[in-house]
């Protein structure tokens, strides 16, 4: 069965202080991963797609790459406003549905 | 509108009541999916509708009962629910279920509160 792990739970940051938040998956012939961002009380945010290892996509301070195993989400100099839980999700080829982790919660502090 | 709307934001009902929830994307995509956020759970998927025809349920009770009109409406029809019920039900939509570009959007969600 396909399994996400995000880590850690839980984030908290100075403003301006980088860092990564790991996404550990497995699937048997991975389609996609896809990472999303929610604010309190709204809707999962779209952010990234990546398909195959050695992938990498860039959005502002924001930088997702992909292995085999694994999915990091790199914050570079992060604002306060980036603060928000990060998900992650996998789709196995010919699949439906996408199967999410708990999530990291990140905060930053000014 | 742009985006996948849901109305209500929130919802307050008791276990006898009967509501509904209903999702609207104007993105012209092809699959809209419900699912279902509990705190410190993962997103749970329910249903995924393609082309208006369901194509996964993902073993819910049959006390929620979804409804898609058309590719773009997609609604949820609750009934007798219980307050472990209680939780964030989000609408999604993407290009199509199982193809190259399955990036999903997502609603604001519902807030479902069962006394």
């Known amino acids: 069965e396909d399994q996400v792990t995000q880590s850690p739970e839980a984030l908290r940051l100075q403003e301006g202080e980088s860092s990564s938040l790991n996404c550990s998956y497995t699937?048997?012939?991975?389609?996609?991963l896809f990472w999303y961002r929610q604010d309190p009380g709204k809707g999962p945010e779209f952010l990234f797609t990546?398909?195959?290892a050695g992938e990498e996509k860039e959005k502002e301070r924001l930088k997702a790459t992909l292995t085999k195993k694994e999915s990091f989400l790199h914050i570079t100099a992060p604002k306060p406003e980036d603060s928000a839980t990060y998900l992650c999700?996998?789709?196995?080829?010919?699949?439906?549905?996408?199967?999410f982790g708990q999530g990291t919660r990140l905060t930053i502090n000014p | 509108e742009t985006g996948v709307t849901q109305t209500p934001r929130h919802l307050v009902m008791g276990m006898t009541n009967k509501k509904s929830l209903k999702c609207e994307q104007h993105?012209?995509?092809?699959?809209m999916y419900w699912y279902k956020q509990s705190a410190k759970k993962p997103l749970e998927l329910m249903f995924v509708?393609?082309?208006?025809?369901?194509?996964e349920n993902n073993s819910v009770p049959s006390r929620f009962s979804p409804e898609c009109p058309n590719s773009s409406h997609l609604f949820l029809h609750l009934h007798t629910l219980q307050p472990e019920d209680s939780a964030l039900y989000l609408c999604?939509?993407?290009?199509?279920?199982?193809?190259?570009?399955?990036?999903?959007?997502f609603g604001p969600g519902t807030r479902l509160t069962v006394l």
């Open positions: 999700a996998v789709q196995e080829k010919g699949a439906q549905k996408l199967v």
């Open positions: 993105l012209g995509h092809n699959a």
């Open positions: 999604a939509s993407s290009p199509e279920p199982s193809g190259t570009y399955n990036e999903q959007f």
């Open positions: 509708y393609s082309l208006e025809e369901r194509v």
């Open positions: 990546l398909y195959s």
């Open positions: 699937v048997s012939g991975l389609r996609g």
